[in-house]
């Protein structure tokens, strides 16, 4: 029981800090983003958005109350990562690993988010 607690923690810590990373490029470095974005061929009126609801998404991982907000939560990130890495394999940029390393961080805490709860 410790040890799936710690790989709990472990594993949505460092998606935290992935996920954090993440969205304070979008707001911080926002014309780096936006040329990606635009490579992608999305609009550059999603940056921001989209870095709020990570957040948002991040604050549901968290907090233990919201049990359907935290289902919802793994499925939009799930997308997300799946999402990223194809953009970013399509257009070659290289970036595609870190996507990777997220999905298997949130599968990882998903999984044992499951442990914890039985």
Known sequence: ?????????????????????????????????SVTFTSFGYPTYLIYPYAIIKLLGLVALWVPNLKLVKEWAYAGFFFAFILAFFAHFMIGDGEQISAVIAMVLLIVSYIFSKKLAK
């Open 1 to 33: 029981m410790k040890t799936n607690r710690i790989v709990y923690y472990v594993s949505t810590g460092l998606l935290t800090l992935l996920v954090l990373f993440s969205s304070g490029m979008y707001i911080f470095n926002y014309d780096d983003v």
